[in-house]
């Protein structure tokens, strides 16, 4: 039986389908490290109302943490995680939380911090040892990441199959 929508009321770069069947469990299952950086992260970006400013915030603010703490830390670490395509919507009315948005991590980007390009091995060992995730695709990027911040690999995350599957907005348009 389908559901209606899920009001969707902003976006990085993705929509949730009109069409497509919405599970009423939309929280998404991810490990505690990345759960707790993508709060910290949540917490201080743009609203999903600013579509432009958050998607800016996310190409400028690694998961990691901010750009001038990790730049001045002794321990610097060659790689940097970055939200990449993003879905936040609603859930239904019938949900304790009408007006409590859920955002979804669809893809991440993994840079290797103002360097060269390098190769999957380095990028999925990354991920698994720091974020304990074990990525289903990972594709080495052929351009540089925002503002020369170095090379990079695109990591898709996947859910469960009836969870709708994203679809590119235009981070221009208004919800």
């Known amino acids: ?5 899920i009001p969707v009321i902003g976006s990085s770069r993705a929509v949730v389908l009109a069409d497509q069947p919405v599970p009423a469990d939309l929280e998404q299952q991810l490990p505690s490290p990345l759960r707790l950086a993508l709060n910290h992260l949540l917490e201080r ?9 958050r998607q800016l915030y996310f190409l400028k603010v690694p ?8 730049d001045s830390s002794p321990f610097v670490e060659r790689f940097r995680t970055f939200v990449l395509r993003e879905t936040t919507c609603l859930p239904s009315e019938e949900n304790e939380q009408p007006h409590q948005p859920i955002t979804r991590i669809n893809e991440l980007a993994v840079v290797h911090w103002q360097a060269p390009q390098t190769n999957l091995e380095d990028y999925a060992s990354y991920i698994s040892r ?8 990972l594709n080495l990027c052929e351009q540089p990441w ?12 996947t859910g469960p199959a009836d969870v709708p599957a994203p679809a590119p907005a235009d981070p221009d348009s208004t919800p």
């Open 63 to 70: 998961l990691e943490g901010h750009p001038q703490d990790l």
């Open 130 to 137: 720091h974020w304990l995730l074990e990525p289903q695709q």
């Open 146 to 157: 925002f503002r020369e911040g170095g090379a990079w690999a695109r990591v898709s995350l």
């Open 45 to 53: 970006a743009p609203s999903a109302l600013f579509p432009r400013a």
């Open 1 to 5: 039986m389908l559901e209606p929508p």
